[in-house]
């Protein structure tokens, strides 16, 4: 039994950004839980195809959420938006688990009343904010602002739009005060391994993997490399074995 199993409503669990059915195949057998489908432009996550998502989803067994967003920036507005919720029902037809999106107002705060209404489009339908989360003014108005939000079970976060290098000490804190917080937050953002025990022991059991599981971290030279996985994996069991006084087995 792996710690993940073994821990119960507070699994440690890895998810990785995925833009090509190698790559889900490669984080599946390295002991990712989840994917994160994508197109990776200049940095930003956009909408695959649905025939791109399609074949992510084929490749693998494990839950695959799909990234909404159509243009570069994080406002939205009405014509996109019904787009987005065309697209959003292509997707869950395909097989997509859920979705990753996140939008702000012109004042740069996060804005819960649109993710809110694209998602009452989407009835039960299990939702991400994205990273777009580190762009807001302020992450503890942002948190407030989605806290309570139907169906939203995750928030991918490096506490800084430099990385969670930069922004660990922001996560652990805004964790270690807020219970609900530690339970969706999901680091991410070039996580340094040594930073991943102070993340568990604020209650931060979740990472986001992106170009730190690709050879030389190049999103348009390599793919998802298993092994690269599998090291995160017992990097993240140990650290959460080591929180909660259990050991790992298998």
Do not use: N
């Not at 890895?14 to 489908?37: I, M, N």
């Not at 506490?159 to 917080?181: C, N, R």
């Not at 979740?206 to 170009?211: I, M, S, T, V």
């Amino acid at each position: 039994m792996t710690q993940r199993q073994a821990d119960g409503d507070r699994p440690a669990s890895l998810e990785v950004v995925t833009t090509h059915p190698s790559d889900a195949e490669q984080a599946q057998a390295g002991g990712a839980d989840r994917l994160h489908a994508c197109v990776m432009t200049s940095g930003e996550a956009t909408s695959p195809e649905p025939a791109e998502l399609s074949a992510i989803v084929r490749a693998t067994d494990l839950p695959v959420r799909v990234t909404l967003r159509l243009s570069a920036g994080f406002t939205t507005q009405g014509g996109e938006f019904t787009r987005l919720v065309g697209l959003a029902e292509s997707y869950l037809s395909l097989g997509a688990e859920g979705c990753c999106l996140g939008f702000l107002t012109p004042d740069v705060d996060v804005d819960a009343e649109v993710c809110a209404a694209l998602m009452a489009e989407l009835p039960g339908v299990p939702w991400t904010f994205d990273s777009t989360f580190d762009r807001s003014l302020d992450p503890r108005l942002a948190w407030r602002a989605l806290a309570g939000l139907p169906g939203l079970d995750a928030v991918h976060t490096a506490g800084s739009v430099a990385g969670t290098a930069t922004g660990y000490d922001d996560v652990v804190q805004l964790a270690g005060a807020d219970p609900e917080f530690a339970a969706v937050a999901v680091a991410a953002g070039d996580i340094p391994a040594e930073v991943v025990p102070w993340l568990v022991r604020a209650g931060v059991y979740r990472l986001h993997l992106g170009a730190a599981v690709r050879p030389g971290g190049s999103w348009s030279k390599a793919h998802v490399d298993a092994g690269f996985v599998r090291s995160w994996r017992l990097l993240l069991d140990d650290a959460v074995a080591r929180g909660t006084g259990r050991r790992t087995a298998g």
